[in-house]
């Protein structure tokens, strides 16, 4: 019931391509929904998260698209570049309690130039 | 500091060994948390503080694990007689309170790597 799923494992995109990155979670008291980026040797860093009263988000070029009912949340990189190459992780914690996030496996993106 | 410290960056240690992870969080911040990063695996919730006590510490693998924090700052992981299963990254995270929700980001530190050979 904490799992949080996410997929592809890998995705390789053309510069200037859109990409598409799946989350998608089983507590329904999660309430809190952060995108994290990891370069190699470093640690992750957020990029942009979102609550479930508000359907979408957008951040620049990032945009996290969230379906309730589907219980399902997306991260989209719109003209993706090459400094986009990393790995990405979607989480999922509660307001209440300790905020404790739980993890995606995390997509590793490439971006090709 | 500036953001989270983690010591020692790299550590080799025999099997059997103990082995000590330290966390310096950005100061203020009164909820600091330890995850572990396999390789190719996702981030493994081990332990939560707020202040000096650890009222979630569900994610620590075995008995062989241990943590603590003093003085509301520093944390260190404790592992004991480390076995090979133990090489990950370890990362260790803080916040300005433990509440979730927006407005409380988790800065992340930037690992210890640990290695059992």
């Known amino acids: 019931q904490q799992q949080v799923k996410q997929s592809p494992q890998s995705l390789i995109v053309q510069k200037g391509g859109i990409s598409i990155i799946n989350c998608a979670y089983e507590n329904t008291a999660f309430d809190y929904f952060p995108w994290y980026q990891q370069f190699p040797g470093k640690g992750p860093a957020l990029l942009i998260a979102i609550r479930p009263d508000v359907s979408e988000k957008k951040e620049g070029r990032f945009t996290i698209s969230f379906n309730k009912s589907a219980k399902q949340f997306s991260l989209h990189i719109m003209d993706s570049q090459p400094g986009d190459s990393a790995t990405y992780f979607c989480a999922a914690s509660m307001r209440q309690g300790a905020q404790k996030l739980v993890f995606g496996q995390g997509t590793r993106l490439t971006i090709n130039p | 500091g500036a953001g989270v410290s983690q010591s020692p960056s790299n550590k080799v240690t025999e099997k059997g060994k103990d082995v000590e992870l330290r966390c310096d969080p950005i100061?203020?911040?009164?909820?600091l948390y330890w995850y572990r990063q396999s390789l190719g695996q996702g981030l493994e919730f081990l332990i939560y503080f707020q202040g000096n006590s650890a009222p979630d510490k569900s994610g620590l693998p075995s008995d062989r694990f241990s943590a603590e924090r003093t003085g509301g700052s520093v944390s260190t992981l404790t592992i004991q007689r480390t076995q090979q299963e133990d090489s990950a990254v370890y990362l260790c995270?803080?916040?300005?309170?433990?509440?979730?929700?927006?407005?409380?980001?988790?800065?992340f530190g930037e690992g210890s790597w640990l290695t059992v050979v």
């Open positions: 100061s203020g911040h009164t909820a």
């Open positions: 995270a803080s916040s300005r309170s433990g509440t979730g929700g927006s407005g409380n980001t988790i800065y």
